[in-house]
């Protein structure tokens, strides 16, 4: 047995196995890419890896699947049962992130080809095919697993690896990068929740759930994602050198589809992208090699109801500063349907009752579902005058104030506003 000791849950233990499949080269590779890309530059100590995700998720599923074998162990049909489908829950989540690339998402969206759709490659390596072979595990059902795949063979440990609320991926990176950037309002009492997670039968197919004493837990689960994309995964300074990399990367890879091989794609990571980035003498090279912030922040809007004051702010800049303007906008869901269930449904609670929806059972879960957003405006530093643009949508958000007040349309004072400072 081998025992790493990690911050988040100290102490996991690996069999020979999982130890030989933890060494194979692409797993590795994990620990050269850390988890939160760029965010080091916003918050210095958050230069974890991947690889500690991989474990830390392996940890989680750990005390999940040993929580329902003790709580809902009619699911199990047997020992044998509980043993085959613990091993394969432990190896997918070890696996789980090993199609991410250099800086994980950012390189995504320049090479245009997601994480998920490299894990059929990289689980067809001999050597990573040796592994879960010598672990009696068939790298099929842990592609199922991985990608979120509609199989019926694995259902919950489906919802545990990949799902899309109750998943282990997401239990620990909420901790994992809540501790790594100092960020308090990421942490959820973890404990309680894990340990409220049962299987429940709904129309006639299994699905992970909560006993309803884990209510408080999950809203605390949820509210914690919510705070983390607010304050760390979309904070300003992380977005824009995001923009940045990519505009470097495409000087890299200046043929995308060079990288499709997945030999070739394995053989970068984030520390050969900066080695590449050394001698760069391109504006964005050197932005990222010496923490250049080449665009302002301007503004932020996070209200929905705020649609309307981001878009009017956003044409005056344009109108004012043309191609220097970056309109961010990001959008996440923070509680949603579980893979393959019947419209409506989010996570069902055991209550008092019976099985009901957790928005049902929770007023701030139900206040939290849906899409939340995130909306930004920059410029180019050096094409545009930051305090004059900052001091333009100051003034549309003040009309905006006003116009709401007062019911005048808020489009019409605005534009008047825009057009008395040019």
């Known amino acids: 047995m081998k025992r790493i000791y990690d911050p988040i849950h100290h102490f996991i233990e690996l069999d020979d196995g999982e130890q030989a499949l933890l060494d194979a080269p692409p797993l590795q590779r994990l620990r050269r890419l850390r988890q939160l890309g760029l965010a080091y530059l916003a918050f210095p100590a958050a230069e974890h890896s991947r690889f500690g ?5 392996l940890a989680v599923g750990e005390r999940v699947i ?9 699911y199990f049909t047997s020992e044998a049962d509980f043993a085959r489908q613990r091993r394969l829950l432990r190896a997918s989540l070890l696996l789980h992130d090993v199609g991410h690339g250099p800086f994980s998402h950012a390189c995504e969206a320049v090479l245009g080809v997601p994480h998920e759709a490299r894990t059929d490659a990289i689980l067809a390596l001999p050597q990573i095919a040796a592994a879960l072979e010598a672990l009696d595990i068939a790298s099929a059902d842990v592609r199922a697993l991985v990608t979120g795949d509609d199989d019926e063979r694995f259902p919950v440990l489906r919802e545990i690896v990949s799902g899309p609320n109750l998943d282990a991926d997401r239990m620990d990176y909420l901790l994992r990068d809540g501790y790594f950037t100092g960020v308090v309002s990421g942490r959820y009492d973890a404990d309680q929740l894990i340990g409220a997670l049962r299987v429940f039968e709904r129309h006639g197919r299994p699905v992970l759930g909560v006993d309803g004493r884990g209510t408080v837990a999950l809203e ?5 994602r919510y ?7 979309f904070h300003h300074t992380t977005r824009q050198f995001e923009r940045i990399l990519h505009a470097a990367l495409r000087e890299l890879w200046p043929q995308p589809r060079a990288l499709d091989p997945i030999e070739a794609f394995l053989e970068w990571d984030d520390f050969r992208i900066f080695d590449a980035l050394r001698s760069a003498t391109s504006v964005a090279g050197r932005a990222l090699r010496e923490r250049q912030t080449l665009y302002a ?18 044409q005056l800049l344009l109108d004012r500063y043309g191609e220097a303007v970056w309109a961010d906008e990001q959008e996440q869901s923070m509680h949603r349907l579980p893979l393959g269930a019947e419209p409506g449904a989010t996570v069902l609670v055991r209550t008092q009752t019976g099985l009901v929806d957790a928005r049902e059972a929770s007023d701030l879960i139900s206040r939290l579902s849906g899409s939340a957003h995130w909306r930004k405006l920059y410029v180019l530093r050096e094409r545009a005058d930051v305090m004059a643009a900052r001091e333009l949508c100051a003034g549309v958000v003040t009309q905006a104030r006003r116009a709401n007040s007062s019911d005048e349309p808020v489009a019409k004072g605005a534009l008047a506003h825009g057009r008395s400072m040019r």
């Open 220 to 224: 605390s689960f949820v509210l914690a």
């Open 66 to 74: 040993e929580g329902l074998r003790r709580h809902s162990p009619g």
């Open 297 to 314: 922040l301007v503004a932020e809007f996070n209200a929905q109801r705020d649609l309307s004051t981001f878009e009017t702010c956003r």
């Open 53 to 57: 995700h991989a474990l830390g998720a």
């Open 227 to 233: 705070m983390m994309f607010s304050t760390v995964y």
